[in-house]
Nanobody, 125 residues
Framework: VQLQACGGGLVQAGGSLRPSCVASGRTFSRTTVGWFRQVPGKEREFVAALWRSGSNTYYTDSVKGRFTASRDTAKNTVYLQMNSLKPEDTAVYYC???????????????????WGQGTLVTVSS
């Protein structure tokens, strides 16, 4: 299983980006997908989860109302639409896939079996 993430970049505060993640060897629609982010010196932080059933999603409080996770089943691709970006959103963003479905578990990086390589998002003030 390989996950290929892309779509990061440099944007001014208030702007938008839409990282994406393509999977090979696993069908996203059959798994839980997580988005995490990490800055140097800090632990990887949960951002969003997208459940395999339908379009149920969950977000960490700091991104609620600004970020939206979605999937394109035909392309086996997941997206993280990020709007109203803030400098504190600057991080390397990772996609991950796993089979856990309980909310308390999917917020933990340990719940995921496969990870993308990460894509850097930089938000300037």
């Amino acid at each position: 299983v390989q996950l290929q993430a892309c779509g990061g970049g440099l944007v001014q505060a208030g702007g938008s980006l839409r990282p994406s993640c393509v999977a090979s060897g696993r069908t996203f629609s059959r798994t839980t997908v997580g988005w995490f982010r990490q800055v140097p010196g800090k632990e990887r932080e949960f951002v969003a989860a997208l459940w395999r059933s339908g379009s149920n999603t969950y977000y960490t409080d700091s991104v609620k109302g600004r970020f939206t996770a979605s999937r394109d089943t035909a392309k086996n691709t997941v997206y993280l639409q990020m709007n109203s970006l803030k400098p504190e959103d600057t991080a390397v963003y990772y996609c991950a896939t796993g089979t856990r479905t309980i909310l308390s578990e999917v917020r933990s990086a340990s719940a995921y079996d496969y990870w993308g390589q990460g894509t850097l998002v930089t938000v300037s003030s």
